[in-house]
């Protein structure tokens, strides 16, 4: 794995940590050398392949804006989106029931009973005029008195010209998130804070956008205020259940980052510039993932992928089967690149049985046959050389221990390079093997990513004994980092393994980051 | 690989559009909660014709509602459309007949093939069939279409439902060959089956 030459290796000698070349030219005078924004281990070479969104604050702050830009875009709609409306909006004297597809999740639960009552996580979607759109648990159908008091709470405080937030009572935090023509409401029994739980609407209410576009969205709810939204999303309830599941297991959608298949840098340069060359006039962005994990990401010069919709992507390829029966075409709007209109994505598996998926992202509906031949080139070049087999082979381990770093005490981590939104960890350690355990751990990060991230106080560093596991949280410039250690470990020792694991990632970056994204 | 003929499914959500398609090009049937096509999917599949081979590319479309607006461009250029309906679900009917209006305004050239899916339920149990033979049966002649029962479950009429089309846009390929030779119309307005967005391949 670490047979190729380096381009930049970590100097051990002077107890440095960042690249020797960049040491010399940019970042001499630096006073903490490695741990700045661009020099971090993981930091890409070239130009960095998503959206930068530095920090979770930049994200909040840029939802924001989103907003108010949204507002202006929509006013200027255009003439190709009127169009497909149409098609819907005629269609609209076809008053069926809510059929099948919705009953045929295992949503039967009675909404007045206590099992109901406790489940940890609640999402509720409405609608302005207060028609229920979407829960997790139960049907909607039961819910619309409780639909109602919600609705009434937001308009009740709209009217004073005000805009409620949260509602804490009882060990339940109530939070409310306005997105006209959307209303969305989580019910919590945790200690995640506000903006958290914010963050995870957030990524619902983007999820529905994915799916309809925005200015789809505002054109139904203008014509017609008390439409029932679910004859639209049917059939797409299981995407947004399997996001919910993700934003509690997935720490990409904690640390608003990715994390990449390890695979040494010699092939995956060959499977990039395969991909690279496997062009086409309207094809934005190429996507390889395994499972989920990226490959490789090939982007148009200039245009830049949001982790978000980076997401978005990866959960609507992880939900569904659908793309192993052909060659998939849907139409999918990328929320954070802009909502108001579809791009157009070719989806399939490089074998029948295969982990590999090609996502091919183009800007013209028209171009099926063309994508396809794109996938066709780029399995021809690849199918070649090496690199396919050395892809495949890393299929197999897709992660690694945490052994391999060498602390005996470190059961874990999350490490996330800033400057790339790329991050890694290793797989879990038999102790957090059950679904109870991780989601147990991932909570334990969770609460320490919210007080790093802290709207008021944030903090930069963060210790916590714990009678299962001592954790440790550290945030600079350049990375994020969260480490799980045996409860017998001591500060001293953790602070100590934080150096002795940043040299390791920085000797493994080659294979665990994508370090020269490519474009066309 | 050549695709010769454009074949659209077309029909309301989980009446089997999906299955059918999955019966006849991999010979399974799948059992496991129902997931619904997201967008449409693609597959070309050969079929031997006499002494000919013709490849169908077959477009497998969403039955949901969203997709509605996306459907022209599944079913412009396609030789033969799938229409689908669940004889178990009334409401699938009326939906196989918004189809079919679509088809005749949008799209005069292309086969109709009324198809009724699950028949194994019906088999089962007679009292849960909505949609009756001969009203299909008439419906079909109506609209001058081919009409199938299917089931993908036990795959009792789906080979034969595919040979068909692939037969039919045979012999109607060499018709439009023969025609062609004949001469230009110039006052035929412009057409759209000698169309196919397969044409790059």
Not at chain 2, 157 to 165: A, M, P, R, S
Request: glycine share 6%.
């Amino acid at each position: 794995m670490d047979g190729e030459a380096p381009r930049a290796r970590a100097s051990w000698e002077n107890g440095s940590l960042a690249p020797v070349d960049r040491l010399r030219t940019e970042r001499a005078d630096s006073p903490t050398p490695g741990l700045v924004e661009g020099t971090e281990p993981g930091a890409g070479q070239k130009s960095a392949m998503f959206v930068h969104a530095q920090s979770f604050e930049d994200l909040n702050a840029e939802v924001e804006k989103d907003a108010r830009r949204d507002d202006e875009v929509d006013r200027s709609e255009g003439e190709h989106a009127e169009e497909e409306l149409k098609v819907l909006v005629r269609e609209e004297n076809i008053e069926e029931p809510p059929n099948s597809p919705l009953e045929s999740r295992s949503k039967e639960e009675d909404v007045s009973s206590e099992a109901w009552r406790s489940h940890r996580k609640h999402v509720f979607v409405l609608s302005e005029a207060g028609k229920p759109i979407y829960t997790r648990y139960g049907t909607e159908e039961a819910l619309s008195s409780t639909v109602g008091v919600m609705i009434a709470l937001v308009s009740f405080v709209e009217a004073e010209k005000n805009i409620i937030r949260s509602i804490h009572a009882d060990g339940y935090k109530v939070v409310f998130l306005s997105k006209s023509p959307l209303v969305l409401v989580g019910v919590y029994r945790t200690c995640q804070s506000d903006k958290e739980l914010l963050r995870e609407l957030q990524y619902i209410y983007y999820q529905i956008v994915s799916l309809l576009t925005l200015t789809q969205l505002n054109h139904i709810f203008q014509h017609k205020q008390n439409y029932d939204l679910r004859r639209l999303l049917a059939g797409s309830e299981y995407l947004t259940d399997n996001l919910l599941l993700r934003l509690d297991r997935d720490p990409g959608l904690l640390l608003s980052a990715v994390t990449c298949l390890p695979l040494a840098t010699s092939a995956r340069d060959v499977v990039s510039s395969s991909l690279q060359a496997a062009k086409a006039t309207n094809l934005v962005f190429s996507i390889l993932l395994a499972g989920d994990q990226l490959v490789t990401l090939i982007r148009k010069k200039d245009q830049f992928l949001h982790h978000i919709d980076l997401h978005l992507v990866f959960n609507l390829v992880g939900s569904s089967s659908s793309f192993r029966e052909g060659e998939g075409w849907t139409p999918i709007c990328l929320p954070k690149f802009n909502t108001a209109g579809f791009f157009h994505a070719h989806i399939s598996y490089l074998e029948p049985a295969s982990q590999l998926c090609l996502i091919l992202v183009s800007t013209d509906r028209e171009d099926f046959f063309n994508m396809s031949d794109c996938k066709k080139r780029f399995l021809e070049r690849l199918s070649k050389r090496s690199a396919y087999q050395a892809l495949k082979e890393a299929l197999k381990s897709p992660s690694y221990s945490v052994a391999q770093v060498g602390i005996p005490e470190l059961r874990h981590f999350l490490y996330k390079s800033k400057s790339s939104g790329l991050y890694t960890s290793p797989e879990f350690p038999v102790m957090y093997q059950s679904d109870e355990e991780q989601e147990r751990l991932m909570g334990l990060y969770q609460d320490l990513h919210s007080c790093l991230h802290h709207p008021t106080r944030p903090l930069s560093y963060f210790y916590r004994c714990g009678e299962t596991e001592n954790l440790l949280a550290w945030v600079t410039s350049g990375f994020e980092l969260y480490l799980c250690f045996s409860p017998l470990g001591t500060k001293a020792l953790a602070v100590s393994a934080v150096t002795k694991l940043l040299k390791w990632i920085r000797k493994e970056e080659d294979r665990l980051f994508i370090l020269t994204p490519l474009t066309y | 690989m050549r695709v010769d003929a454009k074949v659209v499914m077309l029909g309301k959500e989980s009446v089997g559009k999906t299955s059918l398609v999955e019966r006849y090009v991999h010979h399974r049937f799948l059992v496991g909660p129902y997931q619904n096509t997201i967008g449409a999917a693609f597959v070309a599949k050969p079929i031997q014709v006499g002494e000919k081979v013709v490849t169908l590319g077959i477009w497998d479309t969403a039955g949901s509602e969203r997709y509605e607006a996306m459907s022209r461009i599944y079913y412009r250029g396609a030789r033969a459309a799938l229409v689908c309906y669940d004889l178990s679900d009334s409401s699938s009917f009326q939906r196989a007949r918004f189809w079919v209006k679509e088809l005749q305004n949008c799209e005069e050239h292309c086969k109709i093939y009324l198809c009724g899916t699950k028949s194994d339920l019906i088999d089962g149990d007679r009292s849960l069939r909505q949609i009756d033979y001969h009203d299909a049966q008439d419906f079909a002649e109506e609209i001058g279409a081919q009409h199938f029962e299917t089931s993908s479950k036990t795959g009792k009429n789906v080979d034969e439902l595919f040979q068909k089309v692939a037969e039919v846009y045979n012999s109607t390929a060499f018709q439009y060959m023969t025609a062609e030779e004949t001469g230009v119309d110039l006052g035929q307005k412009k057409d759209s089956y000698f169309y196919t967005c397969c044409h790059n391949n």
